[in-house]
């Protein structure tokens, strides 16, 4: 059974620029979460999708924002890039409605230069 | 913000020794995890303990829960090199929003 992916990986952007970034659950996970890690706030919570339906949403400014489609599939965009956003974005998938286990992908490292 | 507060922040232990690391939490929870983090890879599911169990065991990892003071420990037994790693707490908070603490950085030596 496959693992989390997200795509791409490693991606380096501009301040102002925008970025989306791609995540495919595990096969059957209906819900996908999204985390931003840094060194110095740590793991933050972005938001939270279920069924295509954002579910869950974190303290962050509108600038962050995400949709999941059909297939599960989600993506998170963040607009007019700051320095700031540089950091780990890991994306998470889960089977059910409560909090179990989560599944996370590798993350797609973002440098804003 | 995060939820809790993990002690000690760094760790640092010969092979074969045992590793302790707490973690300590501010609202009521559905339960809690403990996550593992390779060196700015994906986060590795370990153990979940539900809000009714004081304790839960897999393999050599134990852990337990004390809700009345709002903290937890994880107990790595008989430690390995491969142990070496970030370890989180994680509460949960409904839906499948995790709270998570600020880590433990484990290295053991060997």
Partial sequence: ?113 | SQQGEEDPQALSIQEGENATMNCSYKTSINNLQWYRQNSGRGLVHLILIRSNEREKHSGRLRVTLDTSKKSSSLLITASRAADTASYFCATAQGGNKLVFGAGTILRVKS
């Fill in chain 1, 1 to 113: 059974k496959a693992g989390v992916t997200q795509t791409p990986r490693y991606l380096i952007k501009t301040r102002g620029q925008q970025v989306t970034l791609s995540c495919s659950p595990i096969s059957g996970h209906r819900s996908v979460s999204w985390y931003q890690q840094t060194p110095g706030q740590g793991l933050q919570f972005l938001f939270e999708y279920f069924s295509e339906t954002q579910r869950n949403k974190g303290n962050f400014p509108g600038r962050f924002s995400g949709r999941q489609f059909s297939n599960s599939r989600s993506e998170m965009n963040v607009s007019t890039l700051e320095l700031g956003d540089s950091a780990l974005y890991l994306c998470a998938s889960s089977s059910g409605l409560e909090t179990g286990e989560l599944f996370f992908g590798e993350g797609s490292r973002l440098t804003v230069l």
